[in-house]
């Protein structure tokens, strides 16, 4: 078969035209994308050249109770949690306040089925205890908390569980964090349901407000 | 004809030019009319003004003092705009923990605060949807769910501006008054802006938001750090967006949503930067991104935890 010449010209300019089209519609597809991420002439801020800090807000301090110490003559007053315990027996099985007589008696524990001494430390309660019965700090409850919630854990350690405030570049400034018991309590830990705040309101509000200040005498 | 027009003294042809003359002068004053508000509603500078990207810095320290000046006489209070630039090697994402969202609708409350919203109307560039667990059509969200929450049978999905990567709002735009940013941002030229509305009817995700009247807000209530392109106050007729709150990130700083969320389930961040806590998201969670079939390529990053 013969192809005249014409048609030939004709078939190049189409092809042409066909790619430059495909071309065209590459480019309005995928340029903002390039420009966006293309120009990398200084290379990405690094959150390791950080210089500020990561600062941990509200972990609990070492608790006191106020004690009722009338018989002494002293009047009510805080005291060390060693005050009382030291004077009596641990008692491992203890789960709930419900059977206690003296102390803790409104307090509601919901926690699976942890027991009191599975966390505070039966030989100093100024502390508490970690699994394998290690003495732990009040202030370092994170690393408590941890032992069975590790993918919350996780999760807070790089970023996306518990919140933060401040800087997300720390080579500009400080980020502070909150600790776990900032938003669970630790004996009843699940977040409790709450009324949302900020309704939207209606849309038919915004257009009588906007009649209403259309309508106004210009100043 | 010659006779007719001798009669009568006043041609056909005279009658229908006077006429059209007449309408053309009526036409033309109706046209001009609104020009009579003029100096009540804008000043000859704001009417001369350049495109964002025509202004040069001596220009815009003009217009940044115009504007401090007008923020001062409309609304008594003193601000300052600044207009931070995007930074080399930042590209900015936001990542949200569908799983601990609880819908209190705090952030929504923050950006209204920091973005200078109007009062009355409680604007927000955040809606949040509550949404039946087993479903993730965002059209079947709702947004005026009264409490307690978060409900055992619902999830709650706050969405903003998407910073796509392809924006079909800046796509419509017939006068350039939307464009992305080096950063990620896309953002809007308040000045520029003609108020045709189509980015808003462009954008899939209700992002985008009108300003049907000026903002009213309480001397004290306005947020004095202000930037050109994020929240200072905005003029009537206008378009407006999330800007990734650019007068805070473009600082370094934290947006105002992210900060006002109890729970943490918003992780914002550079994308370019293999350290941050976004790009742990998107490494190590299952993220999915709103309509991905629009091809709208969003910076903005949805998961659950396993």
């Known amino acids: 078969m013969k192809i005249s010449p014409l048609a030939t010209v004709a078939l190049c300019v189409t092809s042409f035209a066909i790619a430059l089209g495909g071309w065209w519609i590459y480019r309005i597809s995928f340029a903002p994308f390039q420009d966006a991420t293309a120009e990398q002439e200084t290379r990405p801020r690094l959150a390791k050249e950080a210089s500020f800090p990561i600062s941990i807000v509200g972990a609990p301090q070492t608790p006191t109770v106020l004690a009722d110490l009338s018989e002494t003559g002293e009047g009510p007053k805080e005291v060390a949690c060693a005050t009382c315990h030291t004077t009596r027996s641990p008692q491992i099985e203890q789960r709930f306040a419900d059977g206690l007589d003296e102390f803790h008696q409104d307090l509601e524990v919901r926690h699976g089925s942890l027991s009191c001494l599975s966390c505070h430390n039966a030989d100093n309660y100024d502390t508490l205890k970690l699994a394998d019965g290690s003495p732990i700090d009040f202030e370092n409850t994170m690393q408590l908390c941890a032992q069975c919630h590790g993918p919350q854990h996780r999760d807070y350690q790089n970023g996306s569980h518990g919140g933060m405030t401040g800087y997300w570049d720390l080579s500009r400034g400080p980020r502070s964090r909150n600790a776990c018991t900032v938003c669970h309590d630790a004996h009843s830990p699940a977040y409790p349901q709450f009324m949302p705040i900020f309704p939207p309101k209606d849309i038919e509000l915004l257009k009588e407000l906007a009649k209403a200040s259309r309508s106004q005498p210009q100043h | ?306």
């Not at chain 2, 998407?162 to 030229?189: H, L, M, N, R, Y």
């Not at chain 2, 009817?201 to 938001?209: I, T």
Request: aromatic letters at 10%.
């Open chain 2, 1 to 306: 004809m010659t006779e007719t027009e001798k009669k009568s003294g006043l041609s056909r042809r005279t009658v229908v030019k006077g006429l059209g003359a007449t309408l053309g002068a009526a036409a033309f004053a109706k046209a001009i009319a609104p020009l009579t508000t003029w100096s009540a509603e804008q000043s000859v500078d704001e009417f001369l003004q350049k495109h964002y990207h025509e202004l040069g810095p001596d220009e815009m320290n003009k217009v940044i003092a115009r504007l401090e000046e007008e923020a001062k006489t409309d609304y008594g209070a003193d601000v300052t705009i600044s207009d931070p630039k995007p930074q080399a090697g930042v590209k900015f994402a936001y990542a949200l923990n569908l799983s601990i969202c609880i819908g209190c609708r705090r952030c929504a409350e923050a950006c209204h605060k920091e973005n200078n919203h109007d009062r009355a109307t409680g604007n927000s560039y955040i809606r949040v949807l509550e949404m039946k667990k087993g479903s993730l059509d965002m059209e079947q969200g709702r947004v005026d769910y009264q409490g307690p929450v978060p409900k055992p049978d619902s999830f709650y999905m706050p969405v903003q501006c998407q910073q796509c990567d392809a924006p079909p709002c800046v796509d419509v735009c017939p006068v350039e008054a939307t464009w992305k940013e080096k950063d990620g941002i896309v953002a809007v030229d308040y000045n520029w802006c003609i108020g045709c509305r189509y980015c808003e009817a462009a954008c899939p995700y209700h992002a985008r938001r009108f300003n049907w009247a000026k903002p009213q807000i309480p001397a004290e209530e306005v947020n004095p750090d202000q930037g050109y392109l994020s929240n200072r106050i905005r003029p009537q007729g206008v378009m407006e967006k999330c800007t990734f709150c650019l007068h805070r990130t473009r600082e370094g700083k934290l947006p105002a949503c992210l900060e006002a969320c109890p729970t943490g389930s918003r992780v914002f961040g550079n994308i370019l930067d293999p350290e941050s806590e976004i790009r742990w998201v998107l490494e190590n969670k299952r993220v999915f991104v709103l309509k991905e079939e629009l091809g709208t390529k969003p910076s903005f990053y949805y998961f659950f935890d396993e």
